[in-house]
């Protein structure tokens, strides 16, 4: 039985996530491990990273935190080539990242405030 429409575009969604957070994670290990940091090994890893990117064809996302992931790859892409200093470059790439992973553990774990004052009634 052939797939359904539906079946089809979540599945090609779902390539589309996964290329960005591996184009996300594989820039952020680069920007963070590499010690001797220039803006022409910059752009190198940019275009090795973009031939996997380009693979997959690139669907719509509704939510936020994929919209956000989305965002950041293409700023990423945009500062190939740039003028700017490439540490002040690193900065703002890693802090809009950790920012990204901020929100997403967010949701994901909810500290319960004053958890001591729960137990007080079964004294």
């Given at each position: 039985m052939a797939a359904s429409k539906k079946a089809i575009d979540n599945a090609?969604?779902?390539r589309y996530i996964r290329?960005?957070?591996r184009f996300l994670k594989g820039m952020v290990s680069y920007l963070g491990n590499t010690p001797e940091l220039t803006q022409e090994g910059y752009d190198k890893k940019v275009q090795n990273s973009l031939k996997l990117l380009n693979r997959v064809e690139a669907s719509e996302l509704y939510k936020g935190d994929l919209k956000d992931l989305e965002l950041l790859v293409k700023k990423?892409?945009?500062?190939e080539g740039s003028?700017?200093?490439?540490?002040?470059?690193?900065e703002?790439?890693?802090?809009?990242?950790?920012?990204?992973?901020?929100?997403?553990n967010a949701?994901?774990?909810?500290?319960e405030k004053h958890s001591s004052s729960m137990y007080k009634d079964w004294e």
């Open positions: 090609q969604r779902l290329a960005l957070e990423i892409i945009s500062y003028t700017e200093d490439i540490e002040n470059i690193k703002e790439l890693l802090y809009s990242a950790n920012q990204l992973d901020k929100s997403k949701r994901r774990y909810k500290k």
